[in-house]
């Protein structure tokens, strides 16, 4: 049996947090029990370097680059996953999102 929740966590620009929990949490995500637009944040240094074919919104191609950013947790039920990940997409200001989705064993 599929577990009914997800974790998700994501990457993203200081800059861009606020407006990315937002967007996480209109699409369904971060609803525990009676609360809704429930998330974890912890910040530190995103590095990369854009190789040629990409196109960067921030940094330059052949060149590395270091980014304050900010990690994004929350609690996803898996029927909204597609979802979500679709809004995720739309806020973020990266190319290439980096994400990490987990099931979960509580079922809130």
């Known amino acids: 049996m599929k577990n009914k929740y997800v974790k998700i966590a994501v990457n993203v620009p200081e800059s861009h947090a606020d407006a ?26 995103g590095r990369f370097k854009p190789e040629k074919g990409a196109h960067p919104r921030i940094g330059k191609i052949g060149k590395l680059k270091s980014v304050a950013e900010e990690r994004i947790e929350v609690v996803c039920e898996r029927k909204k996953l597609a979802h979500v990940l679709a809004a995720i997409k739309k806020a973020h200001p990266y190319e290439e999102i980096g994400w990490d989705i987990y099931p979960l064993e509580s079922t809130y």
């Open 20 to 45: 990315l929990r937002e967007a996480i949490g209109k699409a369904g995500a971060g609803k525990i029990g009676n609360y809704s637009f429930c998330s974890f944040s912890s910040k530190g240094t």
